[in-house]
């Protein structure tokens, strides 16, 4: 324990954050070590991409698993948070490209080895960079143990994961649609997508039936695709089109001939009912095209203009080609109308291009046997989503998957472990690099050009991470790892992919329970984004108020996957919060006597008065309630808690009413009153730490020695011993009494100077027990000059009354204000005491709520009633003898 008397006067967190997340690291604090003795708890990072800056999304994610690491650390697990980050092959090569770009260097032009230098340079300023910004958060990971999905760890385990799935036939290469991103040149996922609302138009056209005059409308938002129809599909119910299902059309501008087919795919109400089929160019058309053995002619290139099956549109763009082909088929009066149509387009979420469907030769996992597992073991509760109704979304992707493209077509991330014999077209699936053809022996071997969706790899990361494939000590100790944190928007991309990828490879699921949250939006509820300009840098809010005020305000009003709201409001109340507990404290260390302590602190329990035994009644709830609110994940919850019970109880209660002690003759007294203040604020700190690591641990250092650090502290448990329902009772009637006494004086505008007379007519026999022993608190919190208690009849008619649970309080009217005032306050009571009343009478009457509500909820509503009922009496009676 520092010199308590040390503490700086005013709370200035940029004197200690720095220097304390120094301290906690080259102690080992984070670093946990695989011990027999402690059950582990372990969460994974989700690394955030190589890519910028981290944003508050950041600072919610990691500051939600902060708090459940630094509870779950203090309450003696092995705790391992390991931290990392992502290279995101597409986005960091796009961002990596255009800052070559800007001066002057040109990706192509330098070749791949050569450009990969440039992107490992980036990746190393910005994993760096990016650690420092979780470290200003406070963010307890263990650095000794970060990864980099890179990094050749994780690399072999990528490696090794293709080549079992390849080699028990669930990675196959072949022909299917997939998002093609026309201006980056390659495929890309659907987490990579950006869907927004375009005006645009249907196209309506003319098909003519081979030999007769009849057509066929057939509507596109795409013409161009035209060129590579194959069929028209009707629905097999539809009497409309069933004399002309097997015949031909005429498919116009190219008049190729394609049938008529009937499939149930088709939208009997929409439209004109008739779909045209491009298998090449629709994932829709390609799964009919399967079904009806259609041939599938791709009639666009990688780069969006169109090839050489699509005849004199040859060389333009996409949307040139849509132009010239509308015009065609208008002058050629095959254009039926056009109709304006809003519709969602899909674009590429970093180039902003549109992506269009194509069908293209990749590398697929086989999903049906990899999602059959997961979903099995998210049904049998072996993998629990918080909120529940999450599971729906993961299900409802699961059920309906389809195979996942895993070949992009970069340069910068996993090069695929696949190699071509140039000399007898043998393909070689290796981990490691083969020297020579296992066919023909020949060593003209050359690699697969593409690389691995990002998805590949950090599907991994739970495993991969401690070691895998190497049976690892870390590996047997801390998996499965225990609660995955993450936002809703990448249950299917990620999570889900995690599930199937640990129980494929490890045999079991990669945790136990998946932490959902929402995204945090501006004061507005708008998105933030740079196009709005309503971003805000987490850093610069720390710089200004101190990493635990941000972390604060995150966690207040936040509930599991639910959207929040940022106000900078919030962030200053939270500044205001830090500030009342550290002047507190001050005040707390100020006024301890080590010697006075230490003589009084084996017999404490026979000096503690009914204050001393309510604080701590009330800390020893709030150690059980947010304990268990911490464990349900409710960690908005638990942080609305501690504020209540730190600001109210703890400050603006316990710590005045000791101050007459404090400050009193009475040794035991004062003794006990200090050992209990020890006690509270050490517990409270503790309870806070999760929350606000920084502030705890600096006041922590100077009042306790129990660990050199509130970090490696044991978190408080409930004590049957700290309860003391007779106190914790006596203790409500004084405070409601003070508390009503001050709003009344603050209704009257009366100074606290100016003292007044308290005659207290007790309800029940402990209320006049629990008025006596609280004397010096109404003489010192109530203005009181003295105390007394009357009869009934012994009160001035115009005496100015209270009325609370434990009795009535009557102040000379003489001491106060006028009578009309008076009766002007007691008429506001008299409503709002009406208000109660009618309130519960109308709840109890209601046979809906009589017949659903359990008994103690009817009972609980009973005892308001009579409550209220009793407290309006007392005041209607008073504002008639005041008359």
Same mark, same amino acid.
């Given at each position: 324990?520092?010199?308590?008397?040390?503490?700086?006067?005013?709370?200035?967190?940029?004197?200690?954050?720095?220097?304390?997340?120094?301290?906690?690291?080259?102690?080992?604090?984070?670093?946990?070590?695989?011990?027999?003795?402690?059950?582990?708890?372990?969460?994974?990072?989700?690394?955030?991409?190589?890519?910028?800056?981290?944003?508050?999304?950041?600072?919610?994610?990691?500051?939600?698993?902060?708090?459940?690491?630094?509870?779950?650390?203090?309450?003696?697990?092995?705790?391992?948070?390991?931290?990392?980050?992502?290279?995101?092959?597409?986005?960091?090569?796009?961002?990596?490209?255009?800052?070559?770009?800007?001066?002057?260097?040109?990706?192509?032009?330098?070749?791949?080895?050569?450009?990969?230098?440039?992107?490992?340079?980036?990746?190393?300023?910005?994993?760096?960079?990016?650690?420092?910004?979780?470290?200003?958060?406070?963010?307890?990971?263990?650095?000794?143990?970060?990864?980099?999905?890179?990094?050749?760890?994780?690399?072999?385990?990528?490696?090794?994961?293709?080549?079992?799935?390849?080699?028990?036939?669930?990675?196959?290469?072949?022909?299917?649609?997939?998002?093609?991103?026309?201006?980056?040149?390659?495929?890309?996922?659907?987490?990579?997508?950006?869907?927004?609302?375009?005006?645009?138009?249907?196209?309506?056209?003319?098909?003519?039936?081979?030999?007769?005059?009849?057509?066929?409308?057939?509507?596109?938002?795409?013409?161009?695709?035209?060129? #590579?129809?194959?069929? @028209?599909?009707?629905? =097999?119910?539809? /009497?409309?089109?069933?004399?002309? +299902? *097997? %015949?031909?059309?005429? &498919?116009?501008?190219?008049?190729?001939?394609?049938?008529?087919?009937?499939?149930?795919?088709?939208?009997?109400?929409? #439209?004109?009912?008739? @779909?045209?089929?491009? =298998?090449?160019? /629709?994932?829709?058309?390609?799964? +009919? *095209? %399967?079904?009806?053995? &259609?041939?599938?002619?791709?009639?666009?290139?990688?780069?969006?203009?169109?090839?050489?099956?699509?005849?004199?549109?040859?060389?333009?763009?996409?949307?040139?080609?849509?132009?010239?082909?509308?015009?065609?088929?208008?002058?050629?009066?095959?254009?039926?109308?056009?109709?304006?149509?809003?519709?969602?387009?899909?674009?590429?979420?970093?180039?902003?291009?549109?992506?269009?469907?194509?069908?293209?030769?990749?590398?697929?996992?086989?999903?049906?046997?990899?999602?059959?597992?997961?979903?099995?073991?998210?049904?049998?509760?072996?993998?629990?989503?918080?909120?529940?109704?999450?599971?729906?979304?993961?299900?409802?992707?699961?059920?309906?998957?389809?195979?996942?493209?895993?070949?992009?077509?970069?340069?910068?991330?996993?090069?695929?472990?696949?190699?071509?014999?140039?000399?007898?077209?043998?393909?070689?699936?290796?981990?490691?690099?083969?020297?020579?053809?296992?066919?023909?022996?020949?060593?003209?071997?050359?690699?697969?050009?593409?690389?691995?969706?990002?998805?590949?790899?950090?599907?991994?990361?739970?495993?991969?991470?401690?070691?895998?494939?190497?049976?690892?000590?870390?590996?047997?100790?801390?998996?499965?790892?225990?609660?995955?944190?993450?936002?809703?928007?990448?249950?299917?991309?990620?999570?889900?992919?995690?599930?199937?990828?640990?129980?494929?490879?490890?045999?079991?699921?990669?945790?136990?329970?998946?932490?959902?949250?929402?995204?945090?939006?501006?004061?507005?509820?708008?998105?933030?984004?740079?196009?709005?300009?309503?971003?805000?840098?987490?850093?610069?809010?720390?710089?200004?108020?101190?990493?635990?005020?941000?972390?604060?305000?995150?966690?207040?009003?936040?509930?599991?996957?639910?959207?929040?709201?940022?106000?900078?409001?919030?962030?200053?109340?939270?500044?205001?919060?830090?500030?009342?507990?550290?002047?507190?404290?001050?005040?707390?260390?100020?006024?301890?006597?080590?010697?006075?302590?230490?003589?009084?602190?084996?017999?404490?329990?026979?000096?503690?008065?009914?204050?001393?035994?309510?604080?701590?009644?009330?800390?020893?709830?709030?150690?059980?309630?947010?304990?268990?609110?911490?464990?349900?994940?409710?960690?908005?919850?638990?942080?609305?808690?501690?504020?209540?019970?730190?600001?109210?109880?703890?400050?603006?209660?316990?710590?005045?009413?000791?101050?007459?002690?404090?400050?009193?003759?009475?040794?035991?007294?004062?003794?006990?009153?200090?050992?209990?203040?020890?006690?509270?604020?050490?517990?409270?700190?503790?309870?806070?730490?999760?929350?606000?690591?920084?502030?705890?641990?600096?006041?922590?250092?100077?009042?306790?020695?129990?660990?050199?650090?509130?970090?490696?502290?044991?978190?408080?448990?409930?004590?049957?011993?700290?309860?003391?329902?007779?106190?914790?009772?006596?203790?409500?009637?004084?405070?409601?009494?003070?508390?009503?006494?001050?709003?009344?004086?603050?209704?009257?505008?009366?100074?606290?100077?100016?003292?007044?007379?308290?005659?207290?007519?007790?309800?029940?026999?402990?209320?006049?027990?629990?008025?006596?022993?609280?004397?010096?608190?109404?003489?010192?919190?109530?203005?009181?000059?003295?105390?007394?208690?009357?009869?009934?009849?012994?009160?001035?008619?115009?005496?100015?009354?209270?009325?609370?649970?434990?009795?009535?309080?009557?102040?000379?009217?003489?001491?106060?204000?006028?009578?009309?005032?008076?009766?002007?306050?007691?008429?506001?009571?008299?409503?709002?005491?009406?208000?109660?009343?009618?309130?519960?009478?109308?709840?109890?009457?209601?046979?809906?709520?009589?017949?659903?509500?359990?008994?103690?909820?009817?009972?609980?509503?009973?005892?308001?009633?009579?409550?209220?009922?009793?407290?309006?009496?007392?005041?209607?009676?008073?504002?008639?003898?005041?008359?």
């Amino acid at each position: 324990m520092e010199d308590n008397k040390n503490i700086a006067k005013n709370y200035n967190p940029k004197e200690f954050e720095e220097r304390l997340y120094s301290e906690w690291v080259e102690n080992g604090y984070f670093t946990p070590e695989v011990d027999s003795t402690k059950k582990p708890f372990t969460i994974m990072m989700p690394p955030p991409n190589i890519t910028g800056q981290l944003h508050l999304g950041h600072a919610l994610d990691n500051t939600l698993q902060d708090v459940l690491m630094r509870f779950k650390r203090m309450q003696g697990y092995s705790a391992l948070w390991l931290p990392g980050e992502d290279h995101a092959s597409i986005a960091t090569e796009v961002r990596v490209e255009k800052d070559l770009e800007s001066r002057g260097i040109y990706k192509k032009e330098i070749g791949r080895e050569k450009f990969l230098e440039h992107v490992w340079e980036w990746s190393d300023t910005y994993r760096k960079r990016i650690a420092d910004q979780l470290k200003k958060l406070g963010t307890s990971c263990d650095w000794t143990r970060e990864r980099f999905t890179m990094d050749e760890g994780l690399n072999k385990a990528v490696r090794e994961v293709f080549v079992r799935l390849y080699n028990k036939g669930l990675i196959y290469q072949g022909n299917r649609i997939i998002n093609w991103c026309p201006k980056c040149m390659t495929a890309i996922s659907d987490a990579e997508i950006e869907y927004s609302e375009k005006s645009g138009n249907f196209w309506h056209i003319k098909y003519q039936v081979k030999g007769s005059d009849e057509y066929l409308i057939i509507a596109t938002t795409r013409p161009e695709t035209m060129l #590579g129809d194959v069929a @028209v599909a009707v629905n =097999p119910e539809d /009497d409309r089109y069933k004399h002309l +299902v *097997g %015949k031909t059309l005429i &498919l116009p501008l190219v008049n190729r001939e394609i049938p008529v087919i009937a499939d149930s795919y088709v939208d009997l109400e929409f #439209g004109t009912g008739c @779909v045209k089929i491009t =298998p090449a160019h /629709d994932p829709n058309d390609y799964e +009919v *095209g %399967k079904r009806h053995n &259609l041939e599938q002619i791709v009639v666009m290139n990688e780069d969006g203009t169109m090839n050489h099956l699509a005849g004199k549109y040859q060389g333009m763009d996409r949307y040139a080609a849509r132009k010239e082909i509308v015009k065609d088929l208008e002058e050629m009066g095959l254009l039926y109308k056009i109709e304006e149509h809003n519709h969602n387009v899909g674009c590429h979420d970093r180039c902003n291009t549109v992506v269009e469907p194509l069908l293209s030769k990749q590398w697929f996992v086989k999903m049906k046997p990899l999602a059959e597992p997961a979903i099995k073991a998210v049904k049998e509760g072996k993998v629990k989503f918080v909120p529940e109704r999450f599971s729906k979304v993961y299900f409802n992707w699961m059920e309906n998957i389809q195979d996942w493209c895993i070949s992009r077509q970069l340069w910068w991330g996993h090069r695929i472990p696949v190699w071509y014999c140039q000399d007898c077209g043998e393909v070689i699936v290796m981990s490691e690099e083969p020297s020579e053809c296992g066919k023909c022996n020949s060593k003209n071997l050359i690699q697969d050009e593409d690389v691995l969706d990002t998805w590949f790899s950090s599907a991994l990361w739970p495993f991969s991470t401690l070691g895998w494939p190497e049976n690892t000590e870390d590996l047997r100790y801390f998996y499965p790892t225990s609660v995955l944190v993450t936002g809703y928007d990448i249950i299917f991309f990620w999570v889900a992919r995690m599930i199937f990828s640990g129980i494929e490879q490890m045999g079991d699921v990669p945790f136990e329970h998946v932490l959902i949250h929402g995204i945090v939006r501006d004061s507005q509820g708008r998105k933030m984004s740079k196009s709005l300009g309503n971003g805000i840098d987490p850093l610069e809010v720390i710089e200004e108020y101190g990493a635990d005020a941000l972390r604060f305000s995150l966690m207040t009003g936040n509930t599991p996957g639910n959207d929040m709201r940022f106000y900078m409001e919030r962030v200053e109340s939270s500044r205001n919060f830090a500030n009342k507990i550290w002047n507190a404290s001050r005040f707390v260390l100020m006024n301890l006597d080590e010697e006075l302590i230490n003589k009084y602190k084996d017999e404490v329990n026979n000096y503690r008065n009914a204050a001393d035994r309510w604080i701590l009644s009330k800390l020893n709830t709030a150690i059980a309630e947010i304990t268990e609110n911490l464990n349900k994940f409710e960690l908005g919850i638990a942080a609305q808690k501690i504020y209540d019970f730190a600001w109210s109880e703890l400050c603006d209660w316990y710590i005045e009413l000791v101050k007459p002690r404090l400050y009193g003759d009475v040794e035991a007294d004062k003794a006990a009153a200090q050992i209990t203040l020890i006690e509270v604020l050490v517990d409270t700190l503790k309870l806070l730490h999760p929350f606000m690591p920084f502030i705890t641990d600096e006041i922590y250092k100077h009042i306790s020695k129990e660990t050199p650090s509130i970090t490696t502290a044991c978190w408080p448990e409930y004590k049957a011993e700290r309860e003391f329902e007779v106190e914790v009772r006596k203790m409500e009637h004084v405070i409601d009494a003070i508390r009503a006494i001050r709003n009344v004086r603050a209704e009257m505008n009366v100074p606290n100077s100016r003292k007044a007379k308290l005659m207290i007519l007790p309800s029940t026999d402990e209320a006049k027990e629990a008025f006596e022993e609280g004397v010096m608190y109404f003489e010192k919190l109530a203005s009181a000059s003295e105390i007394v208690f009357p009869s009934r009849e012994e009160v001035p008619q115009d005496a100015v009354s209270v009325v609370i649970a434990g009795g009535e309080i009557f102040m000379p009217l003489d001491d106060l204000i006028d009578k009309a005032k008076e009766i002007e306050r007691l008429s506001k009571e008299k409503e709002k005491l009406e208000k109660e009343v009618e309130r519960v009478v109308k709840k109890l009457s209601n046979p809906g709520f009589i017949s659903k509500a359990p008994e103690s909820v009817i009972a609980e509503e009973k005892e308001k009633q009579a409550k209220y009922q009793e407290m309006l009496d007392k005041v209607i009676e008073r504002i008639n003898s005041m008359k």
